[in-house]
């Protein structure tokens, strides 16, 4: 159980760090604005919490359940920071936009 363990920490933070690397990828790009890429990471935390405790509940029990809580709230946590970044740049575009029109 513990080599499962490590596995999937290790997982979950490649996971991370490839989620965060192609967002700001594609809000550079234009593709995708930060605070919507922060929106569907936090949405996708808590299936991927789901799915993880749901794997490792019937082998280790109420360990397995802890573990897929962890899992879903660093997803959903990484999520909101995202989002509320991505809220504070698009507040701080509007704010300092100047107006051209006379």
């Known amino acids: 159980m513990k080599d499962l363990d490590g596995a999937l920490t290790i997982l979950l933070f490649i996971f991370l760090i490839l989620v965060n690397v192609y967002t700001i990828k594609w809000y550079r790009n234009g593709r995708l604005h930060l605070w919507g890429s922060g929106l569907l990471l936090a949405i996708a935390g808590v299936i991927l919490g789901f799915l993880t405790g749901a794997i490792l509940v019937p082998s280790s029990g109420a360990g397995g359940a802890m573990y897929g809580a ?24 509007r704010l300092t936009k100047k107006n051209t029109q006379a």
């Open 70 to 93: 962890f899992v879903g709230l660093v997803i959903v946590g990484n999520g909101l920071l995202l989002f509320l970044a991505g809220l504070a740049v698009t507040i701080g575009k």
